[in-house]
Each structure stands twice: as structure tokens, then as C-alpha cells.
T-cell receptor
Framework: GDSVTQMEGPVTLSEEAFLTINCTYT??????LFWYVQYPGEGLQLLLKATKADDKGSNKGFEATYRKETTSFHLEKGSVQVSDSAVYFCALSDPYAGGTSYGKLTFGQGTILTVHP | DAEITQSPRHKITETGRQVTLACHQTWNHNNMFWYRQDLGHGLRLIHY???????NKGEVSDGYSVSRSNTEDLPLTLESAASSQTSVYFCASSEAGSDGYTFGSGTRLTVV
């Protein structure tokens, strides 16, 4: 079945440091890939997404490129801020997973990011 | 504005009791999902529905049930609550054929 694997966490950085959170996936079809963010005490918000190979999703200074050859979707940010402290989830939705829709989201285990001033 | 709401936000219940968590969306989405969030496991799918009268089991469905009698609601029932079901529960919805998902704010359930 479909699966998503994120790098082991938590990650602790100083403000303005470079961030990379690794994400790899397995899927039977051609999934859409997502990064979701969860701020303390809140629900999940879509951070960015990519729907086909070589697409780059970007938002709020974060970027991730859909790499089909390495089945990866790593999240990067050049200069993190304290306000970026949150839990980050990589996820996929496989349109061939069943039903007449894009089917269900499959999540990685999440990476806790803490940014210190 | 359209929204997806979960209730209650927090719930404490005793082992063996039946508990129902509510999820209501006004997006008119066909697809609705229930996930539980646990440290080290991310979000895992419990049940999902692609429309009225349609329900499907996810990867961690044991001990849970859902019913879909209308488009707006997908209540999640714990038949006999167990301590292993202490978790944060999220409801989500999406439009058929779309990869855009909307999440509720979550329900924190504690089983004592």
C-alpha cells in the first residue's frame, strides 16, 4: 500500500538557519504530494503541494520539489523564524487508491520543528 | 463562509462507555474522513466516506464506527471506549475528484 516516511525528529534550529525535512514515499499510481503544518494547539493547514513530477510547491518561503526518480518531496526553507516552530507532515493522495475521487490522504509520522531566537 | 467544525473540542470519558464525536461541514463536500493523531504515528485513517450511505474502513478502524445519513455530517462512534483510544481526532473533507482537503480543529479525547 501507499506509505510516507519522514526524517526522524525533532529538529531544533537557531533563527535564520537553513531547514531541510526529508520525505520519501511509495505509491502505486501518480500521487499528489503535500506538506501540512500544525501550529501548537491548532488543526492542520496546507503549506504547499505538487501534483506531478518536477513540480515545485512553494509558500511562505518554504519549497518542495516532486522528485519521481527518487520518490521524494523534501521540504526546505532558507532562513527559518521562531514563528515556524510547528509540526510538519508530509502526505500523499493517490488518485488510484480507490473510489471516484482522489481518495484518502496518507501521512508521514510528522516532524517537530523548534526554532530558537 | 463554509467551514468544518468538530465537537466537542475536549472530552474525558470512562473506559467502556460509548462516545460519539461530531463532524459537520458546510462545504458540500462528498468526501469525509476521520483521522487520529498520535505521537510517532502521524495521522492514521480510521474511517472515510465518499458520499451519503457510503462508509469505508481505514487502517485503524477496530473499535470505531461511522454513519453517513447526509452530506454534512460524519459522526464517529467509539462503541466501548478503551485507554488505547486516547488521542486527538481530526475530521477532514474534500470535493470528489479534488486533491484539496479541509481539516477541522480536532477533538482531544481522554479515556480514563
Amino acid at each position: 500500500g501507499d506509505s510516507v516516511t519522514q526524517m526522524e525528529g525533532p529538529v531544533t534550529l537557531s533563527e535564520e538557519a537553513f531547514l531541510t525535512i526529508n520525505c520519501t514515499y511509495t505509491a502505486t499510481g501518480y500521487p499528489s504530494l503535500f506538506w501540512y503544518v500544525q501550529y501548537p494547539g491548532e488543526g492542520l493547514q496546507l503549506l504547499l503541494k505538487a501534483t506531478k513530477a518536477d513540480d515545485k510547491g512553494s509558500n511562505k518561503g518554504f519549497e518542495a520539489t516532486y522528485r519521481k526518480e527518487t520518490t521524494s518531496f523534501h521540504l526546505e526553507k532558507g532562513s527559518v523564524q521562531v514563528s515556524d516552530s510547528a509540526v510538519y507532515f508530509c502526505a500523499l493522495s493517490d488518485p488510484y487508491a480507490g473510489g471516484t475521487s482522489y481518495g484518502k490522504l496518507t501521512f508521514g509520522q510528522g516532524t517537530i520543528l523548534t526554532v530558537h531566537p | 463562509d463554509a467551514e468544518i467544525t468538530q465537537s466537542p473540542r475536549h472530552k474525558i470519558t470512562e473506559t467502556g462507555r460509548q462516545v460519539t464525536l461530531a463532524c459537520h461541514q458546510t462545504w458540500n463536500h462528498n468526501n469525509m474522513f476521520w483521522y487520529r493523531q498520535d505521537l510517532g504515528h502521524g495521522l492514521r485513517l480510521i474511517h472515510y466516506s465518499y458520499g451519503v450511505q457510503d462508509t469505508n474502513k481505514g487502517e485503524v478502524s477496530d473499535g470505531y464506527s461511522v454513519s453517513r445519513s447526509n452530506t454534512e455530517d460524519l459522526p464517529l462512534t467509539l462503541e466501548s471506549a478503551a485507554s488505547s483510544q486516547t488521542s486527538v481526532y481530526f475530521c477532514a473533507s474534500s470535493e470528489a475528484g479534488s486533491d484539496g482537503y479541509t481539516f477541522g480543529s480536532g477533538t482531544r479525547l481522554t479515556v480514563v
